[in-house]
């Protein structure tokens, strides 16, 4: 298959109503977007990903209107998405029963977001229908957030990526369960939960949220998470460095192609981090050491995924996430 790169929504839009596959830019990162009411699209975005079946895909939807197509919204969850919509929040709700099995990987619930991208939207309103979109990315690796990392893992296997240039925030979406009777938060994502008014602390449960048991964000060289930059670069020399540039300079580092310095912006820093991670896995160095940010705001979403890809990464001593690809 030839990946197109595209940048008419008419003709992305053309080939998702025809059952294909486009990758599409959102706030957060790129979607693998597909026919989410068409069981075959949907089967064919898990063969793309390699992404286990047991873990369910977001439907995205232009407008509440279109989410009560799919779920059923309580008041909380409308107050939840007039608050925070179009953004980067998913909502798990209780599913309507045209939405198939493959989506909600067999669960009673789908995962909702209307996207603040102005392509993400006109592209829902092109296809007329909501859109699977998992992120574009293999399963396991860093989330797509610009055309070239999309294609870097999905050339050949997806029909066309709409390229609206790098995403803004960069982050996944926040995920929070609105089916029991207080809120959980399934995963941290781009926006703070303090600003849910919920602790930056997952506490919805593996059988809740399936996703959150697989490999994700890994690199494919090892990554460290530490808490001491110096001291990890004392005994590991030849390692390439993500930090912020407060870090840099306590550690005597200058910016170069094995140091990525961050952004002072939290928000900012959080839109670059899988760039970086792609960036640094290919600057010939064998490992890379990612100085840990206070676990709050978006930052908490940053040590989550940092976590997370050292758990998935050969050299990273990870504790509760499962060695098989997601
Ligand atoms: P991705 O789109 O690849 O960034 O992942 C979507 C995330 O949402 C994963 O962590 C899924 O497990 C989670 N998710 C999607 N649908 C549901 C659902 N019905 N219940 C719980 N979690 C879900
Ligand atoms: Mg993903």
Redesign the pocket.
Known sequence: MNTRRLRSVAEAAEILRHGGLVAFPTETVYGLGADGLDPAAVRAVFAAKGRPADNPLILHVHDVVGAETVAVLDARARRLASGHWPGPLSLVLPARPQVPEEVRAGLPTVAVRCPRHPLALALIAAAGRPLAA??A?L?GRP?PTSAEAVLEDLDGRIDAVLDGGPCPLGL?STVVDCTGPTLRLLRLGALAAEDLGLEPRVGGGQALSP?MRHR?YAPRIPLRVVDDLGLALAEHPEAAVLCTAEQAARAHLAPGPAVYVLSADPVKRGAELYAALRLLERCGRPLILAAAVPDQGTDAAVMDRLRRAASGSQGGAGQGVDADRA
């Open positions: 998992p992120s990315n399963s989330s996944e996703g994700h």
